[in-house]
Nanobody, 122 residues
């Protein structure tokens, strides 16, 4: 069974940094686009950054220049380095990936991680 597991959240002061990791595991044929989304209390889930298998990353305007997304294909892992964190970055961060599982070789599916809390506060 394919799953995504995030790690790296926590409490950080404004101006600080965090690195989130998300590892995909299970019987997979291919991993396409990987990305990060976030959901603050009382708000909808919004895209933070995405990175295709081949191509350039996309960043939401609010994080451009502060966050960096990258991936290690050998480890089936996507990372999000967050610098100069602001209180408005406080949210639950979710990993998302388009994965073709061995059980459905012609049908890539979108998977979500369980989420990791990021709190920016002094």
């Amino acid at each position: 069974q394919v799953q995504l597991v995030e790690s790296g959240g926590g409490l950080v002061q404004p101006g600080g940094s965090l690195r989130l990791s998300c590892a995909a595991s299970g019987s997979m044929l291919n991993i396409g686009t990987m990305g990060w989304y976030r959901q603050a209390p009382g708000k909808e889930r919004d895209v933070v950054a995405t990175l295709p298998e081949v191509g350039r990353p996309y960043y939401a305007g609010s994080v451009k220049g502060r966050f960096t997304i990258s991936r290690d294909s050998a480890k089936n892992t996507v990372y999000l380095v967050m610098n100069n964190l602001k209180p408005e970055d406080t949210a639950v961060y979710f990993c998302n990936a388009q994965i073709t599982p061995q059980t459905t070789p012609n049908s890539p599916l979108w998977y979500w991680g369980q989420g990791t809390q990021v709190t920016v506060s002094s």
